[in-house]
């Protein structure tokens, strides 16, 4: 079992930067892919970014290439999101999860470990 932590959220202008954290205990998360997702209330929730295991594989969904950043420190099995050039559409409630697979997964289902999650708002 991973318990998974986020922080780092809180209410930005637009242009400005945050830098989400995600923090796991238990079972390391360091042979598994991870992710960061946003959910809109009403809408379903959104992959952002992933990132491999070892690190060396990530991926942006469109709106967010160029501006956030993933990465992990698997020896402090942390995992943050670099958001920067933020902007009013980027508000949300963002989601830390781990998968149950070692290449990055953009699958949703594969995602079995979720944070509870720490809002992001950007005002404009």
């Known amino acids: 079992q991973v318990q998974l932590v986020e922080s780092g959220g809180g209410l930005v202008q637009a242009g400005g930067s945050l830098r989400l954290s995600c923090a796991a205990s238990g079972r390391t998360f360091g042979r598994y892919s991870v992710a960061w997702f946003r959910q809109v209330l009403g809408k379903e929730r959104e992959l952002v970014a992933a990132?491999?295991?070892?690190?060396?594989?990530?991926y942006y969904v469109g709106s967010a290439k160029g501006r956030f950043t993933i990465s992990r420190d698997n020896a402090k099995n942390t995992i943050f999101l670099q958001m920067n050039s933020l902007k009013p559409e980027d508000t949300a409630v963002y989601y830390c999860?781990?998968?149950?697979?070692?290449?990055?997964?953009?699958?949703?289902?594969?995602?079995?470990?979720w944070g509870q999650g720490t809002q992001v708002t950007v005002s404009s």
């Open positions: 990132i491999s295991w070892s690190g060396d594989v990530t």
């Open positions: 999860a781990a998968s149950n697979m070692v290449q990055l997964t953009t699958t949703p289902s594969q995602y079995v470990y």
